[in-house]
């Protein structure tokens, strides 16, 4: 049996697919969630094809698994209009809402989501073709960053809740919400890193228009119902439709207060240029990125290895922190190369479901024909493929390719491939990754691999200084939640985090006045009688 029959065998016919990982129906969604209602759509839908392709008499053909609306301009400025009348200026119910308020209903929201986990987990593993294992843990993870999101921002309003007194003035700090937010998240993660926004902002006091991502729509729709339920009319508004015909009206409006995308950084610019108002606009962004690993003469390299394959191929390289190029010292290359191929060669590859399957089919229709480009040019211009069936293509399935040598005349060695290609360079000295670095449009992270502590200490002073993160002995990563995520140059603008999303989503607000008798009399008769959310000294445990 040739390798492309074995990549063909992986799919498997109708009846084939356990049952169950099947999706019970077909998911046709004909509602949207705008302001405070479940409006019926009868217009044009998009078909959703999974990228599971299934055996037919007329050979492999993805898999249809359901529709979502094609909304128009009018339906996406109708939602503008819900979010702007429910902020009301700041003087709307959500954001006037005292916080302990806020996080209830965020609660609520979280315990009706879990009832829904079983149909979402699913929808993840059909929609773009992540494991089933890890389609869960995007929904576990999610709910976690909620949980750890709330109970952050107790911690900042136990911080707040107390009065400061300096030079004579008596203040009260806290954070306000900054009005109406647009939020448009990622096909990769496209529960969990679309929460990582849309939650903070929402708990913030926001009111929000959400568009889900193209690949990973239907996956939202069981949570509508909730969101309409747990927040008040017009918090929560989500926009359908084809993003280059609804988006941009949006934001010449200038009624878009802040602007949080995961995607393109073209995309972002083009967007924000259209804001009439720039200096008004706050923009959240994780944009594009090509992380670097750097492995020296002094590294482990079994270790490298080990984490090269799963900062390259986890999830098949569609992370936008995954290994996107390894810089190798030419004294270790081949038996590094050796090692990778071996580690590759070792994943298994399949359907979603299958248990302890690496490889999965790619939801984006066209990525194999762009990886296959991005190999004939690199072999054009010098390199090739050194792993056995390394670009094998089945429909939506590519086989992982180690690239080597890669060098600064091909389209890998500048383009963001997400996808299972990796792209080896030798090189002789560290300058050479490092200039790299350096004039590089991206700037999110680097890992770099060696044992030795001067060549350590050295190369973070400068890399630490070109990205935002410097890993050693360790693939590149979001988390833990905790940290700061973000990136230098066109890889991100703000920061986000469990603690710093929060404080992206709004601004500090104070209230303060001259400390005398008159004044401290006032101040005690608003709190003692709790007449005001924002003036008070409420604890909330």
Request: aromatic fraction near 8%; glycine fraction near 6%.
């Amino acid at each position: 049996m040739t390798f492309t029959e074995q990549l063909e065998k992986i799919f498997v016919a109708e009846d084939e697919i356990p049952k169950e990982f099947a999706l019970p129906v077909q998911v046709h969604q004909k509602t949207y969630l705008s302001n405070g209602e479940m409006l019926q759509w009868n217009g044009d839908v998009h078909e959703v094809y999974s990228p599971v392709c299934v055996r037919t008499p007329e050979g492999l053909k993805r898999k249809l698994i359901g529709t979502y609306p094609v909304c128009t301009p009018k339906e996406a400025m109708d939602a503008l209009d819900a979010a702007v009348v429910a902020y009301n200026n700041g003087r709307g119910e959500w954001p006037t809402m005292a916080v302990s308020d806020r996080i209830a209903c965020v609660e609520n929201f979280t315990r009706k989501m879990i009832e829904q986990k079983d149909l979402v987990v699913k929808l993840i593993m059909w929609e773009i073709g992540k494991s089933y294992a890890d389609s869960i843990k995007e929904f576990d993870r999610t709910v976690e960053y909620i949980y750890a999101t709330i109970d952050a921002l107790k911690d900042i309003d136990r911080d707040s809740s107390r009065f400061e007194m300096q030079q004579g003035i008596i203040a009260q700090v806290r954070r306000s919400p900054l009005g109406v937010v647009l939020c448009m998240g990622p096909f990769n993660y496209p529960l969990n890193e679309t929460f990582t926004t849309l939650i903070p902002a929402i708990i913030m006091g926001n009111t929000l228009l959400f568009k889900p991502p193209k690949h990973g729509t239907l996956l939202h729709y069981p949570l509508l119902e909730a969101f309409r339920s747990c927040f008040p009319k017009g918090v929560v508004n989500t926009i359908y439709g084809r993003g280059n015909a609804i988006i941009p009206d949006l934001m010449k409006s200038g009624k878009i207060n802040v602007l949080t995308l995961i995607g393109s950084s073209k995309v972002a610019n083009e967007l924000k240029k259209l804001h009439p108002k720039i200096n008004r606009l706050r923009a959240i962004l994780g944009l594009d990125a090509k992380n670097a690993a750097i492995i020296t003469s002094h590294a482990d390299i079994k270790l490298a290895v080990q984490e090269t394959v799963l900062g390259s191929l986890s999830f098949n390289g569609q992370r936008c922190t995954a290994l996107k190029i390894i810089f190798v010292h030419k004294t270790i290359a081949e038996e590094f190369l050796s090692q990778l191929k071996e580690e590759v060669s070792k994943l298994k590859f399949g359907m979603p479901w299958e248990k302890g399957v690496s490889l999965t089919p790619l939801p984006e229709p066209n990525k194999p024909a762009y990886l296959k480009e991005c190999i004939e040019d690199a072999i054009q211009n010098g390199a090739s493929v050194v792993n056995e069936n390394g670009g094998a293509t089945v429909e939506s399935f590519f086989y992982p390719a180690i690239v080597y040598p890669v060098n600064n005349k091909m389209k890998l060695y500048r383009e963001e491939q997400f996808g299972p290609i990796i792209p080896v360079i030798p090189y002789e000295s560290m300058e050479e990754p490092i200039e790299y670095l350096i004039e590089s449009t991206h700037g999110q992270q680097v890992s770099i691999f060696s044992n030795d502590s001067h060549e350590v200490a050295s190369s973070i002073d400068i890399l630490v200084n070109q990205v935002s993160r410097v890993n050693i002995n360790a693939q590149c990563q979001r988390g833990p939640d905790a940290f700061p995520f973000t990136g230098r140059k066109d890889s991100a603008e703000g920061t986000l985090s469990v603690v710093d999303a929060l404080r992206s989503f709004s601004i500090r607000s104070l209230v303060a006045t001259k400390l005398n008798d008159n004044n401290k009399h006032l101040l005690n008769e608003i709190v003692s009688g709790e007449d005001s959310n924002f003036l008070s000294t409420r604890f909330i445990f």
